[in-house]
């Protein structure tokens, strides 16, 4: 997994490539943090470029969505397709992150 | 040289053991075996042991195990080098430190020094101070492997009971065979735990009615964590057989119990469904498990088991959906490793290639063995040890 942060206003888009696995735990926990310090209003999670995300990596995005409503800030996740997007709407985890 | 810190109180008990060590010190001089244990005395080392050619010293780290030897590479009989070449050759000493030295000292004879398996040099005359600081650091580095491996050895050992009382959480062979009788079905399944520990189970038990209830599930993450969530789901399970007859009940009060403890980010994906054996017909319930299939010759249909994961909300809002499973129809589940696994020609099979395996096998006839037909041709391109634990069961009627 490799993501890249961009900062437009108080809006951030965190565009992810690769996999997003239970390997990526570290780097992850890293990034939240890198954006709780930087005190955003809202923050996208642009999964366009993510072929793959296993159960633990749906955990990753519920620890994400638990530290915006905790920071103060929006969370959206945006651009799954194929088997992101399967997961997403199987868990209905869709519901929670996308609406 | 490997900077391995330590806390103070482990630094305290490996200096004990330092100083506690057994040294063998080589050489064919009298005098030199004498200097060299007085500096080593001098240093606090109190275990020494001496032999005056390669022969004796070989002799003696057979009968004396020392902890470390101090090498001369020129006597007369049998040489340092040889000494160094005979021990490495043996596995039990592979790992034992030999500190050679010496008085002539080309760069030519430290590359064959080293060749013949020397784990470090001092030349001769021999600096005080530094043939201290060389025994030392060896000799702290030994016990410190010693220690990590031990660590490491007593870790897999508990791994391995942790996997095997996890394996004991999974039917009995014998209340399957009673299910089996009972409902006149084939219960055919397989699971593999990860070289990790994981977090799949399935179960299944007889519901009244001449109903069987079939789940299976999986904790996100893999690791001791989710392997201990398999525990706790387990036996909260236990507590809501009186609702088993409906799945999205059963769905329901599992969360509900498991919601407060689960820990964030952690849920488990999961599907059970009850079916009447007498007439095929088959009441499920999904929590985001991978769908189920329901196989015949004539192809495959996915049953719909989306629904928010077990343990995330606190109220999810789980259904009931119904089908029929007719008697020449299989129903196949699987955890999420058979799509997710990388393939051999990149990317991942997914769930439409899994559809197409199982379709293919299912058209060349043997359906009842369609679990371990699929596995096979799974694990032609998969390693035998998996990143992630392996379910995959299957009910298949065998009514006439």
Redesign the interface.
């Known amino acids: 997994m490799e993501y890249r942060i961009s900062n437009s206003g108080g809006n951030a888009k965190v565009v992810f490539n690769g996999d997003i696995t ?1 390997s990526e735990n570290v780097s992850f926990r890293q990034l939240l943090k890198d954006i709780s310090e930087q005190n955003f209003d809202a923050c996208d999670f642009d999964l366009t470029g993510v ?2 995300v ?3 990596g ?3 995005f ?2 994400a969505r ?1 530290q915006a409503e905790t920071d103060g800030w929006k969370l959206t996740v945006s651009g799954a397709q ?2 992101v997007a ?1 997961m997403l ?5 869709s519901d ?1 992150l996308e609406g | 040289m490997t900077v391995i810190s330590v806390k103070k109180e482990e630094n305290q008990e490996l200096m004990q053991s330092v100083f506690a060590a057994r040294i063998l010190i080589v050489d064919d001089m009298a005098l030199m075996r004498q200097m060299i244990g007085m500096c080593l005395s001098r240093g606090g080392y109190e275990n020494l042991l001496y032999a005056d050619d390669g022969d004796e010293a070989l002799r003696m780290v057979e009968e004396e195990s020392p902890d470390i030897v101090v090498l001369d590479l020129n006597m007369p009989r049998v040489s340092g080098y040889e000494v160094c070449r005979t021990l490495r050759a043996d596995v039990k000493h592979e790992a034992l430190p030999i500190l050679v030295q010496s008085a002539s000292e080309t760069p030519e004879e430290r590359v064959e020094v080293f060749a013949s398996g020397a784990t470090d040099f001092v030349s001769k005359p021999i600096n005080q101070p530094e043939l201290l600081a060389r025994v030392q650091m060896h000799l702290e580095n030994r016990f410190l492997i010693h220690s990590l491996s031990d660590f490491r050895l007593r870790m897999q050992s508990e791994l391995s009971m942790a996997r095997d009382m996890q394996q004991d959480l999974l039917p009995e062979a014998s209340s399957v065979e009673e299910i089996e009788a009972a409902s006149q079905m084939k219960i055919e399944s397989f699971y593999q735990a990860s070289f990790e520990l994981g977090g799949d189970l399935w179960g299944c038990w007889q519901v009244p009615g001449n109903r069987l209830g079939l789940f299976v599930l ?5 690791g001791v964590g989710a392997a201990l969530n398999t525990f706790r789901v387990h036996a909260t399970m236990a507590r809501f057989l009186h609702v088993r007859a409906d799945p999205a009940a059963f769905l329901t009060e599992l969360n509900a119990a498991l919601a407060p403890t689960f820990p ?4 488990a ?1 999961m599907f059970y469904a009850v079916l009447d054996y007498e007439t095929g017909h088959l009441t499920y319930s999904g929590a ?1 498990a ?2 189920p299939m329901v196989v015949s010759e004539r192809g495959v249909r996915l049953l719909d ?5 077990v343990g ?2 606190k109220k ?1 809002d789980y259904f009931n959906l119904e089908d029929r499973l007719e008697p020449d129809e299989s129903l196949f589940c699987y955890s ?1 490793v058979l799509i ?1 696994a990388p393939q051999k020609e990149g ?2 099979l ?2 439409d290639g899994l559809v197409e395996w199982v379709e293919q096998l299912s058209r060349s006839g043997d359906r009842h063995s369609l679990v371990s037909n699929l596995l096979k041709r799974f694990f032609e391109t998969q390693p035998s040890s998996l990143p ?1 634990d392996l379910t995959a069961i299957a009910l298949h009627p065998d009514r006439g």
Do not use: R, Y
Not at chain 1, 89 to 93: E, I, M, N, R
Not at chain 2, 218 to 222: E, K, L, T, V, W
Not at chain 2, 305 to 309: C, I
């Open positions: 239970f072929n793959m296993d159960s633990a749906l955990g990753m519920l620890i638990e194929g088997h399967s709407k199987l868990t209905k985890l929670l | 999986d904790i996100s993450g893999h964030l980010g952690q849920f994906t985001g991978p769908k088991s989306t629904g928010v994961p995330i909300i999810p999420d997710e990317g991942m997914g769930e992630d």
